[in-house]
């Protein structure tokens, strides 16, 4: 008879001052299945630990989803972020702990109707169970394709499935779609922003269903995937349309900050917030603004990312007419250090930033930052450097005691996990995507964001084609993935995945776009010659280059599981 480690699954949701009638309640390790789902309180404090799933910022140690995850076109780094995987581990972790949450969802599936509460609150759990399996089974099969389907939890003598082949993707992701209308029809209907209901379904069926929509209009044959299924694509993207459309009309709004969303004490009053992450002063914390405000060199933007803002005047880069130069210039001035005024010079772009979208000044850092000048942010604090000179300050937070910001890895922040301006976004792409979207469908959604941003309104007839387009889509979807590019930087790992839903995994190539592993401009530098440079421009690569293959679609099969299950296969290109 196994014993739940009930002491692991409340940990979170003790520290965060949640269960803890709960844990009252006895010795915590005498529970056993047969005595366990007594009472609703307990399929609560179970499920709380669902709340661990999302990593936000960190849990306490480790890294979370936002600005770590650097393979993609916006960032560059030290740590230089080639493909996933370059050959077939033998065990991932990306693997196993998706089966892992999916037994823990399917555990509580299996054993809700032995609990005495009423028939609400056992729709309501089953939905947590159902919206949890198919959260995992969307990440497994987005970077795994084909995997088996689990609908309980198994044992030794449930060999038929334990040793079964994968299923087609399609039909999972069918299945998906099943577990998450289930959950926005029963979970319970609150305004709480911490725990698992009915806003927090609706959301994740958003994210879940334009990812498989588009996925399934773009993807090649001729890169070892399926044919595109557009009636498929078509029912997922209205599934996503109808999804955001609740929440858009729920009542949240807009955060009168950008930046404020990223770098909060208190995300509880935030009216943008669907669901979020707390950390709270001296129990959980994360290490997300030490990183970025200390010696510690960050993984810069690259000049790829800091190119696709557009200008006051709505145009991008090859059509503005304000000053396009990228340029960094020097100013010379005077600091403080040790209470002694010292001479000081900086390599500003304010003069780029006061001209760009809003979001750029309050991702980026008005100075450069680099080996052999660095820079130390809001004038306190410890010197930094970024591997491409552009300096992320956008999780940062000035008013942060020192101690807890950049000097120890105690940051407690929270961290936004779904929130209005990324429905939004959900929402013009279905609505562009499935090519019937109208100029109030924009007014409602991105146009909001663009606001926010200080700049002028998108229209359904764009007004102009940007040289920069090669993704072969058309004016409105180009600028609509911009959009979101520039309104999500370095958030959740959002661009890598949008590269895979939009069959653009090629971009990441660097011999094909260099400019996704170079920096700044630091042709007015005249002082200083320890950076690596490609001709005038930070190398924030050192000479490193990442090259695309079809194959890195998809992750491989940890060898160690086929040789478990020989009918695993393994994916194309692997083998």
Same mark, same amino acid.
Not at 187 to 201: E, F, H, I, P, W
Not at 249 to 254: E, I
Not at 461 to 489: H, K, Q, Y
């Given at each position: 008879?196994?014993?739940?480690?009930?002491?692991?699954?409340?940990?979170?949701?003790?520290?965060?001052?949640?269960?803890?009638?709960?844990?009252?309640?006895?010795?915590?390790?005498?529970?056993?299945?047969?005595?366990?789902?007594?009472?609703?309180?307990?399929?609560?404090?179970?499920?709380?630990?669902?709340?661990?799933?999302?990593?936000?910022?960190?849990?306490?140690?480790?890294?979370?989803?936002?600005?770590?995850?650097?393979?993609?076109?916006?960032?560059?780094?030290?740590?230089?972020?080639?493909?996933?995987?370059?050959?077939?581990?033998?065990?991932?972790?990306?693997?196993?702990?998706?089966?892992?949450?999916?037994?823990?969802?399917?555990?509580?599936?299996?054993?809700?109707?032995?609990?005495?509460?009423?028939?609400?609150?056992?729709?309501?759990?089953?939905?947590?169970?159902?919206?949890?399996?198919?959260?995992?089974?969307?990440?497994?099969?987005?970077?795994?394709?084909?995997?088996?389907?689990?609908?309980?939890?198994?044992?030794?003598?449930?060999?038929?499935?334990?040793?079964?082949?994968?299923?087609?993707?399609?039909?999972?992701?069918?299945?998906?779609?099943?577990?998450?209308?289930?959950?926005?029809?029963?979970?319970?209907?609150?305004?709480?922003?911490?725990?698992?209901?009915?806003?927090?379904?609706?959301?994740?069926?958003?994210?879940?269903?334009?990812?498989?929509?588009?996925?399934?209009?773009?993807?090649?044959?001729?890169?070892?995937?399926?044919?595109?299924?557009?009636?498929?694509?078509?029912?997922?993207?209205?599934?996503?349309?109808?999804?955001?459309?609740?929440?858009?009309?729920?009542?949240?709004?807009?955060?009168?900050?950008? $930046?404020?969303?990223? &770098?909060? !004490?208190?995300?509880?009053?935030?009216?943008?917030?669907?669901? +979020?992450? @707390? #950390?709270?002063?001296?129990?959980?914390?994360?290490?997300?603004?030490?990183?970025?405000?200390?010696?510690?060199?960050?993984?810069?933007?690259?000049?790829?990312?800091?190119?696709?803002?557009?200008?006051?005047?709505?145009?991008?880069?090859?059509?503005?007419?304000?000053?396009?130069?990228?340029?960094?210039?020097?100013?010379?001035?005077?600091?403080?250090?040790?209470?002694?005024?010292?001479?000081?010079?900086?390599?500003?772009?304010?003069?780029?930033?006061?001209?760009?979208?809003?979001?750029?000044?309050?991702?980026?850092?008005?100075?450069?930052?680099?080996?052999?000048?660095?820079?130390?942010?809001?004038?306190?604090?410890?010197?930094?450097?970024?591997?491409?000179?552009?300096?992320?300050?956008?999780?940062?937070?000035?008013?942060?005691?020192?101690?807890?910001?950049? $000097?120890?890895?105690? &940051?407690? !922040?929270?961290?936004?996990?779904?929130?209005?301006?990324?429905? +939004?976004? @959900? #929402?013009?792409?279905?609505?562009?995507?499935?090519?019937?979207?109208?100029?109030?469908?924009?007014?409602?959604?991105?146009?909001?964001?663009?606001?926010?941003?200080?700049?002028?309104?998108?229209?359904?007839?764009?007004?102009?084609?940007?040289?920069?387009?090669?993704?072969?889509?058309?004016?409105?979807?180009?600028?609509?993935?911009?959009?979101?590019?520039?309104?999500?930087?370095?958030?959740?790992?959002?661009?890598?995945?949008?590269?895979?839903?939009?069959?653009?995994?090629?971009?990441?190539?660097?011999?094909?776009?260099?400019?996704?592993?170079?920096?700044?401009?630091?042709?007015?530098?005249?002082?200083?010659?320890?950076?690596?440079?490609?001709?005038?421009?930070?190398?924030?690569?050192?000479?490193?280059?990442?090259?695309?293959?079809?194959?890195?679609?998809?992750?491989?099969?940890?060898?160690?599981?086929?040789?478990?299950?020989?009918?695993?296969?393994?994916?194309?290109?692997?083998?």
């Amino acid at each position: 008879m196994k014993q739940f480690r009930i002491i692991y699954i409340l940990s979170l949701a003790f520290l965060l001052g949640s269960c803890n009638d709960f844990l009252e309640k006895g010795p915590l390790d005498t529970f056993t299945n047969e005595n366990f789902w007594t009472s609703e309180s307990n399929v609560e404090g179970y499920a709380n630990t669902f709340y661990q799933d999302f990593l936000g910022y960190g849990n306490a140690g480790g890294t979370g989803l936002f600005y770590f995850r650097t393979l993609s076109d916006d960032q560059a780094g030290n740590s230089f972020a080639n493909w996933t995987f370059q050959n077939i581990p033998a065990s991932s972790g990306d693997w196993n702990s998706g089966w892992i949450e999916i037994r823990r969802a399917n555990i509580l599936l299996q054993n809700i109707d032995k609990v005495d509460m009423s028939d609400e609150a056992k729709a309501h759990w089953t939905g947590v169970g159902r919206l949890m399996r198919a959260w995992q089974y969307y990440m497994l099969v987005r970077a795994f394709g084909d995997v088996p389907w689990v609908e309980k939890p198994l044992d030794i003598t449930d060999e038929g499935v334990l040793y079964g082949a994968r299923e087609d993707r399609d039909m999972i992701m069918d299945k998906v779609l099943d577990d998450l209308n289930y959950a926005i029809q029963n979970m319970y209907d609150n305004n709480s922003k911490t725990t698992l209901n009915r806003n927090v379904a609706y959301a994740m069926k958003a994210e879940i269903t334009l990812f498989e929509g588009t996925f399934r209009k773009y993807r090649k044959a001729a890169d070892g995937q399926k044919a595109p299924d557009l009636a498929g694509s078509t029912r997922f993207l209205n599934e996503t349309k109808s999804a955001a459309s609740y929440l858009i009309n729920k009542g949240f709004t807009l955060n009168s900050s950008y $930046q404020g969303n990223y &770098n909060s !004490t208190d995300l509880s009053s935030n009216p943008e917030m669907i669901f +979020y992450k @707390q #950390y709270k002063q001296n129990v959980l914390h994360h290490s997300l603004i030490a990183y970025i405000s200390s010696s510690t060199q960050m993984s810069g933007m690259s000049k790829d990312a800091f190119e696709s803002y557009l200008f006051k005047d709505g145009k991008p880069l090859a059509l503005t007419s304000y000053d396009k130069t990228d340029e960094a210039k020097m100013y010379v001035g005077t600091k403080v250090v040790a209470g002694e005024t010292v001479p000081d010079t900086v390599m500003s772009i304010k003069h780029m930033l006061d001209v760009r979208d809003n979001r750029l000044i309050q991702t980026v850092d008005t100075a450069l930052s680099y080996v052999g000048r660095g820079f130390t942010r809001f004038g306190s604090g410890i010197s930094n450097t970024s591997s491409t000179g552009y300096g992320v300050q956008k999780y940062d937070n000035k008013n942060i005691n020192n101690m807890y910001r950049n $000097q120890t890895s105690n &940051n407690f !922040t929270h961290a936004p996990i779904f929130w209005l301006s990324v429905v +939004y976004l @959900q #929402y013009a792409e279905a609505c562009a995507e499935l090519g019937d979207i109208t100029q109030n469908d924009l007014d409602i959604s991105v146009n909001k964001l663009r606001t926010r941003a200080g700049l002028p309104a998108l229209t359904v007839n764009v007004g102009f084609t940007d040289p920069a387009n090669d993704m072969v889509v058309s004016d409105l979807i180009w600028e609509i993935r911009r959009e979101r590019r520039t309104e999500l930087m370095f958030d959740n790992w959002t661009r890598y995945w949008d590269m895979i839903r939009w069959h653009q995994l090629d971009k990441l190539d660097s011999n094909l776009n260099p400019d996704v592993l170079i920096g700044a401009n630091i042709v007015n530098d005249p002082y200083n010659h320890s950076v690596a440079k490609v001709g005038t421009y930070i190398d924030g690569s050192k000479d490193r280059d990442r090259v695309y293959e079809s194959k890195h679609y998809w992750y491989p099969i940890p060898s160690g599981q086929i040789s478990l299950n020989p009918q695993l296969s393994q994916n194309p290109g692997w083998n």
